[in-house]
């Protein structure tokens, strides 16, 4: 079935410093892909998404490029700040006709001032 | 600024008792959904709706039950809460059931005791 592995935290990282958190999926159709961060004590928001092969989504800084040929959708970040520290989710979404919704299990980061 | 609420932050329950917790949405959601959220394991849906009076099974229904009276309000009922279902839970909405973004409550943070 589909699935999402991404790389297990905690990420620890000082501020300033470049981000990658590895996201990889498996899918038998063709879904749209998320990520999601999730603040302390807060429920998850969206923080980024791209709907087809190639697309890039990216917002405050982050992105994160759909590659279909390598199954994956890594976060990056070029400047990392403290306000960053969060746990983030890679999750995928099948646009067929029945509902899908898988969620990857999370990466914490922590960036140092 | 659209929401989604949750009835409680934090809940303490006995062993046995039956336990509801209430998600609202003002956002015309059509579908909702409840997961609960481990260390280690992500998310994992519990249940979801996507319309008044209907509501489909997810990943882990066992133990859990829910109900939709209305459009704005899902809830999800714990029968005879077990000490194994102390958990973070998370309410979301969203307009389409596959491909799309879901609007995530803070969650309620359930103890069993």
């Known amino acids: 079935g589909d699935s999402v592995t991404q790389m297990e935290g905690p990420v620890t990282l000082s501020e300033e410093a470049f981000l990658t958190i590895n996201c990889t999926y498996t899918a038998t159709g063709y879904p749209s892909l998320f990520w999601y961060v999730q603040y302390p004590g807060e429920g998850l928001q969206l923080l980024l998404k791209a709907t087809k092969a190639d697309d890039k989504g990216s917002n405050k800084g982050f992105e994160a490029t759909y590659r279909k040929e390598t199954t994956s959708f890594h976060l990056e970040k070029g400047s990392v700040q403290v306000s960053d520290s969060a746990v983030y989710f890679c999750?995928?979404?099948?646009?067929?006709?029945?509902?899908?919704?898988?969620f990857g299990t999370g990466t914490r980061l922590k960036v140092l001032a | 600024d659209v929401k989604v609420t949750q009835s409680s932050r934090y809940l303490v329950k006995r062993t046995g008792e039956k336990v509801f917790l209430e998600c609202v949405q003002d956002?015309?959601?059509?579908?909702m959904f409840w997961y609960r959220q481990d260390p280690g394991l992500g998310l994992r849906l519990i249940y979801f709706?996507?319309?008044?009076?209907?509501?489909e099974k997810g990943d882990i229904p066992e133990g859990y039950s829910v109900s939709r009276e209305k459009k704005e309000r899902f809830s999800l009922i714990l029968e005879s809460a077990s000490t194994n279902q102390t958990s973070m839970y998370l309410c979301a909405g969203s307009f389409s059931l596959a491909g799309g973004e879901q609007y995530f409550g803070p969650g309620t943070r359930l103890t069993v005791t």
């Open positions: 709706s996507y319309d008044v009076k209907m509501k």
């Open positions: 999750a995928l979404s099948d646009r067929g006709g029945t509902y899908k919704y898988i």
């Open positions: 956002m015309d959601h059509e579908n």
